[in-house]
């Protein structure tokens, strides 16, 4: 029985990171439905963009009041839960605070100190970005997609930082032995006389409870990420890495279209020549995307690390003039529809039967896309380089050159360049007739 809550702590962390494991796979393999991407260019740049956006948060700090607390959070998360190190050390070897037996007391009790002063910081930053969503509200956090689980999704997480933060400091207080050590408790120390007059099995009782509570409680986190937004605390970084390094505005070319341009400008070219013999009888290329599966897995990344801030809809031209566009309900949306297919793989045994819906139509409809202004406001600001504009490009692509749908001021104007060789409804005869007014 000396074991016992050892053995425990082994089969709740086997169990914790076993399922965290269990659903990276899934997400992975979701992604990589997507189309591949070239993403060897530009290595210099791409780590410089991890450095600089996802762990620097330079575009987070635009906007100083959301950055600053962001970034509070951000480094105070993570550093306490260097903390967790010790804790697995502990549960799994039965020692209590390895770390004073392994680093000197000065150093422990700087860095205990440390996590201490962050986790205060931390429930203050969480109790007014609480504030700003709940008391406040935010005009950006309450658009119609941010009703129902995305609302209770971003409250979540709160709590749940609330909590760990809470308990961490609680266990900190009702250790005897480390306030006796009276290094590192610089704010535990005016927690502990709460708890005056409680004999020393309670307070370890107490000390316990909460040593287990804020484990579990960080495995459960962990496990939470993959069902919420929070996802971008992983998938910023890999996000960012593989993000456009091209110019904003360019327009990518479809290969078969650039062959076809080709065959047409090659005056030696028979266009009516027969495949060559052993030729592959390949489908012809479908022109941009309709459901997730035609979308790059860049895009598909781009829909699991959407933070759901909303700063793209609120620099959004066409939705700040009362469209119905909003660029976080172009990523929500791909990543619900891309749940849904993984789902249906799931079911399935690994293979997606067609279920009759697609992204377009089923999600996001012809009047959202073209909406759009192409101005690139979303992707300049969103925090960790997603880029909402290039799924809707892809979308009316599909809408354009498979269905023949463009709205009919844009057919009238393909049809002027396909007759007239300009946007404008003149015969090239009369293309210079302005000239003779003046």
């Not at 260097?82 to 150093?107: C, K, M, N, W, Y």
């Not at 020393?200 to 939470?224: D, K, P, S």
Request: with cysteine; glycine share 6%; hydrophobic share 45%.
């Amino acid at each position: 029985m000396e074991y016992f809550p050892n053995i425990i702590f082994a089969i709740i962390l086997v169990l914790g990171i076993g399922f965290f494991a269990r659903n990276i796979k899934k997400l992975i393999r979701n992604i990589k439905l997507g189309q591949e991407v070239d993403a060897s260019n530009e290595k210099s740049q791409r780590w410089s963009n991890v450095v600089r956006i996802a762990l620097g948060q330079s575009k987070m700090v635009r906007r100083p009041v959301s950055g600053f607390l962001h970034v509070i959070v951000y480094v105070g998360f993570v550093i306490i839960n260097i903390e967790v190190l010790e804790i697995i050390i502990d549960g799994l070897f039965g020692t209590h605070r390895i770390g004073l037996e392994l680093l000197p007391a000065s150093l422990y009790g700087f860095l205990i100190g440390s996590f201490e002063i962050l986790a205060v910081l931390v429930l203050v930053s969480v109790i007014v970005f609480w504030i700003r969503r709940n008391v406040i509200k935010l005009k950006r956090f309450l658009s119609s997609e941010m009703k129902g689980w995305p609302k209770n999704d971003g409250n979540i997480i709160l709590y749940f930082e609330v909590v760990l933060m809470g308990l961490f400091l609680v266990m900190n207080a009702t250790d005897t032995v480390f306030q006796m050590s009276n290094s590192g408790n610089i704010i535990s120390q005016f927690i502990a006389p709460w708890f005056d007059g409680f004999s020393q099995e309670t307070l370890h009782t107490i000390e316990r409870v909460a040593w287990w509570f804020h484990i579990v409680g960080i495995l459960l986190f962990l496990n939470y990420l993959y069902f919420s937004k929070h996802l971008h605390i992983l998938l910023a970084f890999p996000n960012t890495y593989y993000g456009s390094v091209e110019p904003k505005g360019k327009f990518n070319n479809l290969e078969a279209v650039t062959a076809e341009v080709k065959l047409m400008m090659d005056p030696n070219a028979d266009p009516f020549a027969a495949p060559a013999e052993g030729a592959d009888d390949e489908a012809p290329a479908k022109f941009g995307a309709s459901d997730v599966m035609d979308l790059t897995q860049v895009q598909l990344l781009n829909a699991y690390t959407c933070t759901e801030c909303g700063r793209c809809t609120s620099a959004c031209p066409a939705n700040l003039t009362g469209k119905k566009l909003s660029p976080r309900k172009i990523m929500m949306d791909t990543r619900d529809r891309l749940e849904e297919v993984g789902k249906n793989i799931d079911i399935n045994k690994g293979k997606f039967v067609d279920d009759g819906k697609q992204l377009l139509g089923n999600y996001i409809t012809n009047e959202e896309l073209w909406a759009c202004t192409t101005c690139n406001a979303c992707v300049e600001e969103c925090p960790v380089s997603i880029n909402p504009l290039s799924i809707i490009l892809e979308m009316r692509r599909y809408l354009v050159m498979e269905q023949s749908a463009a709205p009919m001021e844009l057919n009238n104007m393909m049809t002027n360049i396909e007759n007239n060789g300009a946007p404008w409804p003149y015969n090239q005869m009369d293309r210079l007739n302005w000239k003779d007014e003046h």
